[in-house]
């Protein structure tokens, strides 16, 4: 089975555009490298629960909304290799300085997560 990286993070409406190229650039990147799918979707029907919700994990804020996203590779060394070339591209140099993301970096969150069901 495949191994996941999970990424949830808030993005300010009137950065989504920069967002959105920002990680297409990136998924190319990560393709290039190995990755088996680059996906980036945008809330679309976001509903607050009592006690946990894509909202309140990352403290969204007005004007912003949420992006669910994963990287998939073929197992957890193909993504350790592919994440550290990923990381080491001067292509990325400069779209990876924390000053220079389209998003609040404190608020993003991931994981790695082992693939256990596929239909």
């Known amino acids: 089975m ?3 990286d999970g990424f949830i993070i808030p993005v300010p409406l009137e950065r989504l555009d920069d967002y ?7 998924g190319e990147v990560w ?3 190995g990755a088996l ?3 980036e979707c945008v809330a679309d029907d976001l509903k607050s629960g009592e006690d946990a919700s894509f909202a309140q994990s990352v403290r969204l804020e007005p004007g912003e909304t949420v992006i669910f996203a994963w990287v998939r590779y073929a197992s957890r060394q ?9 990381m ?3 292509r ?8 220079n993301l389209p998003f609040d970096a404190r608020r993003l969150f991931w994981g790695g997560f082992r693939e256990r069901i596929r239909l």
């Open 2 to 4: 495949s191994y996941v």
């Open 20 to 26: 959105l190229r920002f990680t297409r650039h990136a």
């Open 31 to 33: 393709k290039e490298y």
């Open 37 to 39: 799918e680059y996906v």
């Open 78 to 86: 193909e993504r350790d290799r592919i994440l550290a070339q990923v």
């Open 88 to 90: 080491d591209d001067p």
């Open 92 to 99: 990325l140099a400069d779209t990876l300085d924390r000053a």
